[in-house]
């Protein structure tokens, strides 16, 4: 039996939110991928667990719409075993990845998964330097039967459907562009899918070692894949936990580590870092006030996380050529947190490259 502190220390060493220095080699968030949503998105989740961002390349990283059809960065090296990792397990789960666009390729007599290889074969087709995203899609418009496309009424035109157009991009070897928008994408060199993913990039193993311990439902909560088809791929070297009442499973190899886990240290996390993106919310924040303000619906901030818990949230406020670091505590934090919180303020301004006006801590 274990607490919720426990699972957030464990979650805290595990994703290395305690440590100051790292490289891309040995930053284990890489291998579930780091979504790169925001302009503190994934190359800051990789400055708050001591990466030198400076100078990140293409040569080093690639940027590839995979889970939940959000862009992802990953190490280069590490391309065709993550295009294997993020495939569909299913037709019945590439008709859920899909959402509405399942359904008229269901009426029309096209499998999902076939649907997904039509597109890639178009879209490899029409990719042969980089190409604007609206470019692509217009053009697979052009070329495409009725049961991909969709009317779209802010543009008065006529698309594909957005999730296979997006879950589609690694299945025909393209990536997107760094720092590029609207996205451009463009061919991924040498490019070829591996045969099977390999236990570190495992999806369902990358979860339970980063954000467990975890329940299958959990599990393809974040995947958005059916909780059938994730139970059947349950690893079978995991022990049985109970936290705070509920069964959920760990990785054996991770049992010691959950127990001895301590998580210290003080960090400024961006809205969608991975340790915010577990689907046990209420482990993260048991307040239901500050769960809601910590996961609006539209315009999510970042959060505070300090010696593995939670205690506030902040938003960047630009005013000029400066900007203030707004925090919302959510209780009151005694002046060396605030010191801490400050430095790390500090380390966003450089990062962002704007000097920093000052931290805002609220009432």
């Known amino acids: 039996m274990v607490d919720r502190h426990q699972v957030m220390n464990f979650r805290v060493r595990a994703q290395q939110l305690d440590r100051n220095e790292g490289t891309l080699a040995d930053t284990a968030v890489l291998d579930i991928g780091v979504q790169n949503t925001g302009p503190d998105g994934a190359r800051w989740a990789l400055a708050v667990r001591g990466v030198d961002v400076t100078g990140l390349s293409d040569a080093d990283v690639v940027l590839l719409w995979t889970v ?3 862009p992802h960065l990953y190490r280069r090296a590490d391309a065709a075993e993550v295009a294997a990792a993020v495939e569909p397990f299913s037709d019945v789960d590439a008709g859920r990845r899909v959402y509405d666009a399942a359904k008229p390729l269901k009426a029309a007599g096209i ?4 649907a997904l290889d039509e597109i890639a074969a178009r879209m490899r087709a029409i990719v042969t330097r980089p190409t604007v995203k609206g470019d692509v899609s217009g ?12 009317s779209c009424r802010p543009c008065d035109a006529t698309h594909l459907y957005e999730m296979p157009f997006r879950l589609a991009a ?5 990536e997107l562009q760094l720092d590029t928008s609207p996205p451009v994408l463009r061919r991924i060199t040498g490019f070829r899918r591996a045969s099977a993913p390999g236990d570190r990039f495992d999806l369902i193993r990358a ?28 690893p079978d070297d995991v022990v049985e936990v ?20 301590d998580g210290k240290g003080t960090r400024l996390l961006g809205p969608f870092d991975l340790f915010l993106q577990a689907k046990d919310r209420t482990t993260l924040v048991p307040e239901a006030a500050h769960a809601k303000e910590l996961w609006p619906v539209l315009g999510r901030p970042g959060a505070v996380l300090v010696d593995g818990e939670l205690v506030g949230t902040w938003r960047p406020r630009k005013s000029g050529r400066t ?24 380390h966003l301004a450089a990062h962002r490259s704007i000097p920093l006006s000052g931290v805002d801590f609220g009432s």
Do not use: C, M
């Open 68 to 70: 939940r059809g959000a």
């Open 111 to 114: 499998d999902n998964l076939a």
């Open 139 to 150: 053009r697979l418009a052009a070329v495409l039967p009725e049961p991909y496309l969709r």
């Open 170 to 174: 690694v299945r025909a070897g393209l």
């Open 207 to 234: 979860y339970l070692r980063l954000l467990g311990p975890a329940t299958p439902k959990q599990v393809a909560d974040y995947l958005d894949a059916p909780v059938k088809d994730v139970k059947a791929r349950w």
């Open 242 to 261: 109970s936290v705070d009442g509920e069964a959920r499973s760990l990785l054996a190899a991770d049992e010691e580590a959950l127990e001895s886990a």
């Open 323 to 346: 900007f203030t670091v707004a925090v919302q505590p959510w209780h009151r934090l005694p002046d060396v947190t605030r010191k801490a919180i400050t430095t790390q303020a500090e």
